[in-house]
């Protein structure tokens, strides 16, 4: 079992920035894609972008290429997600997850295994 926390949600103007952090419980975190995921009211559940498991590799969502930018650090079982220039569009829960098979995540949440309990993010004009 892995248990993912989220943190450094909050409210910012348009064109800040804001990094959200996930820590996860457990050994295992080293073995696991990573990845952020973000709902907002009325829209369903959308993959913001995801990091493979020593990470090398990351993948964004078309929307938030150049402005997000994901990263982990295995030694401390610990994700981030650095956001700037949000946009009022930005604004949802954001959740942290973890599982396998990440590039399927842009199309299915079947392969994620484990998620956080979300985090809101705000942005106003």
């Known amino acids: 079992q892995v248990r993912l926390v989220e943190s450094g949600g909050g409210s910012v103007r348009a064109g800040g920035s804001l990094s959200l952090s996930c820590v996860a419980s457990?050994?295992?975190?080293?073995?696991?894609?990573m990845g952020w995921f973000r709902q907002a009211p009325g829209e369903e559940r959308e993959l913001v972008g995801f990091i493979n498991t020593n990470g090398d590799y990351t993948d964004y969502v078309d929307s938030v290429k150049g402005r997000f930018t994901i990263s982990r650090v295995n030694a401390l079982n610990t994700l981030y997600l650095q956001m700037n220039s949000l946009k009022p569009e930005d604004t949802a829960v954001y959740y942290c997850?973890?599982?396998?098979?990440?590039?399927?995540?842009?199309?299915?949440?079947?392969?994620?295994?484990?998620w956080g309990q979300g985090t809101q993010v705000t942005v106003s004009l």
């Open positions: 997850a973890a599982g396998t098979y990440a590039r399927s995540w842009f199309s299915t949440t079947t392969m994620v295994h484990y």
């Open positions: 457990g050994r295992t975190f080293n073995t696991y894609d």
